[in-house]
């Protein structure tokens, strides 16, 4: 198997894949997140840090926030730049940010806090936001209540994100202090072919060995049969998108 380092930085061979395949985060959960910012006199600067593709970058901006993006992958940013136009990007991560002291009012991670450590982490991100700004961390998690989709996460053998959720909270350290919480529930139209692309977007795959890739990709055939899935026929894959934020003092 390969090591968590490796896992978190194998997005960028498969960036088009994770596009079209990962869902975009509802637009009340990111509102949520910023609220604690909003309404100052001068626009919202946000860094959205492990930014990917966008997904999280194109609802900050859509909100009317001024966004910088960063990531530790330059074939990841290359594809944000053709999604989402007119936003700064630069190579980094949450515990080396490429950013000044105090220089923006909210940093915001998608799927992507359970890659860091958060100690250090949380300290690097304090350092660039202003008094009183916010940290946003948000996860779509697919609802396993549901039995089909239980089934495809027996298939898929789970994610450090699932795996750290089922835990608890996400851990944050000084200077931040409480963590607040709130969750939504949705779901999104996938064929098979998106379906397909959302598997094979996930670093579990994308680094597994090619006989253990060849079993998931029989398993999930051998689902998306059952549920229907088939040609371009649409089934809904239910999510809970799970929000949290924490004041810097």
């Known amino acids: 198997m390969a090591s968590k380092e490796e896992m978190s930085m194998s997005f960028g061979s498969e960036a088009e894949t994770y596009e079209s395949g990962r869902p975009d985060y509802p637009i009340q959960a990111v509102d949520w997140m910023l609220q604690p910012v909003v309404g100052g006199e001068r626009s919202l600067r946000v860094a959205d840090v492990g930014a ?6 194109r609802v900050v901006q ?30 980094g991560s949450a515990e080396h940010l490429p950013l000044p002291d105090a220089s923006v009012d909210a940093v915001v991670l998608g799927q992507a806090w359970h890659w860091v450590d958060p100690v ?26 549901v039995p089909w989709v239980a089934r495809l996460a027996e298939i898929l053998h789970g994610s ?33 072919e998106t379906l397909l692309a959302m598997a094979r977007s996930r670093s579990a795959i994308i680094t597994a060995a090619p006989s253990e890739r060849v079993s998931i990709e029989s398993g ?6 059952d549920i229907g899935a088939i040609g371009d026929k649409v089934v809904e894959l239910p999510y809970v998108t799970r929000a949290y934020r924490a004041l810097r003092p």
């Open 52 to 57: 990917g593709t966008g997904k999280l970058t």
């Open 62 to 91: 859509e909100l009317g926030a001024e966004v910088v993006a960063v990531d530790p992958d330059p074939k990841m940013l290359e594809t944000l730049r053709e999604n989402v136009h007119g936003v700064p990007t630069f190579v």
């Open 120 to 145: 250090a982490a949380s300290a690097e991100v304090a350092r660039v936001l202003r008094s009183r700004g916010v940290l946003g961390l948000v996860w779509n998690v697919r609802d396993d209540d």
């Open 160 to 192: 450090h994100a699932e795996k750290m959720l089922a835990e608890g909270d996400p851990a944050l350290a000084a200077p931040f202090g409480e963590l607040e919480s709130a969750q939504w529930r949705w779901s999104r139209p996938m064929n098979r």
């Open 220 to 225: 999930l055939v051998e689902l998306f049969d």
